[in-house]
């Protein structure tokens, strides 16, 4: 190898290097940022507003009941089989599919339409301003079991493929700023704007049947937290990964192994939560420590477990294969 080739590569090593130094300082700062808060009390000038968003700020788990309470699910009155649940930002929407089209019931009124006609939809995702819905389906043309990225706005109208996407991308998540997607494209991360343009892997090439699901946004929105698996396994663990590839990282895990469903996120990045025989529980993303359990009475087991963005109500299905019901447990008072 000629000094020139060998000067490149050292050069390229170290760059990457940098790269994941540069992530690992990230997360050290921010978890080291919410201890820092945590030990301080709040300023004598606060007022009371002030002081309830300052503890939120301090405590991730803030707005949850108290741990171990034991809440009541209602079992949501909609008439048809039901499946994937995803609840609007502000709590008043939840769409899910039948056993084809995508549906969409409001929970005040109590009323449940279709939103759009799809053979094999899944994997619902709002957008922050609850406006927009994009979800993983075929093209409805005898393609089972080939997916495409779809969006649709929350009243059913402007119904389209995101261009460029199919026939393998899945498991679609918003940004923050409403103005990208990531995706699972061929078991990899990728991310595009909403047309579809400037589309590009943000994740390693993963093993032969390895999977990567995209969970949620880290906190400050630098990163993409996933669950890393196999297509044909249970045990999926945490990773997060950066503006590319080269800033990819286990993630330290509240949560033993799980399946790639049974995992959700926060909007605000800050805490994860799953579906546990007879209850919830939820966490901080990398930091081994506090869980806080919600328990649920008539020993539930949910799946595909979907909260909104205030940590006010969560909804779940349960069932088998061939019937489910979706049920919607109040983690705080209802607001008249």
């Known amino acids: ?26 997360l050290f700062l921010l978890i080291f940022s919410t201890i820092a808060v945590s030990a301080c009390g709040p300023s004598r000038s ?29 079992r949501l009155d909609i008439g048809l089989d039901a499946f994937e649940p995803s609840v609007s930002p502000d709590g008043q929407l939840v769409v899910f599919r039948g ?25 619902f995702a709002w957008d922050p301003s609850g406006t927009r819905i994009a979800f993983e389906g075929d093209d409805s043309t005898q393609t089972f079991a080939k997916f495409w990225i779809w969006i649709v706005n929350a ?35 990728w991310q595009s704007d909403t047309t579809g343009a400037e589309g590009r892997f943000i994740s390693p090439p993963p093993d032969r049947n390895a999977y990567q699901n995209a ?12 669950l890393a698996g196999t297509t044909h396994g249970a045990d999926f663990v945490l990773r997060v990964t950066g503006a590319d590839e080269t800033e990819d990282a286990a993630l330290l895990a509240p949560f033993p192994p799980v399946f790639r469903w049974q995992m959700g996120m926060s909007a605000d990045g800050r ?27 008539d020993e539930h087991q949910p799946w595909d477990l979907s909260i909104d963005r205030n940590l006010t109500l969560a909804v779940f299905s349960e069932g088998d294969e061939e019937y489910q019901d979706l049920w919607l447990v109040r983690l705080q008072p209802e607001q008249p």
Not at 278 to 283: D, L, P, V
Request: include cysteine.
């Open 46 to 74: 606060d007022s009371a507003g002030n002081a309830a968003a300052n503890a939120r700020v301090r405590d991730a788990f803030a707005g949850l009941p108290p741990d171990s309470s034991r809440l009541t699910a209602v």
């Open 215 to 226: 969970l949620g946004w880290t906190s400050d929105g630098a990163g993409v937290v996933y």
């Open 99 to 123: 056993w084809s089209d995508v549906f969409i019931h409001d929970v005040r009124t109590r009323e449940t339409r279709l939103l759009c006609r799809n053979s094999n939809p899944h994997c």
């Open 155 to 189: 009243d059913g109208s402007n119904l389209h493929v995101l261009k460029g996407t199919g026939p393998d991308d899945r498991k679609p998540v918003w940004h923050r700023d409403g103005k990208s997607l990531v995706w699972s494209r061929y078991n990899r991360l």
């Open 271 to 297: 805490l994860l939560y799953r579906g546990v025989h007879g209850g919830m529980e939820f966490a901080e993303p990398g930091i081994v420590g506090r869980v806080s359990h919600v328990l649920l009475k």
């Open 1 to 26: 190898m000629s000094d020139r080739r060998l000067e490149e590569v050292q050069l390229r090593r170290l760059t990457q290097l940098l790269r994941r130094q540069r992530l690992f300082l990230r």
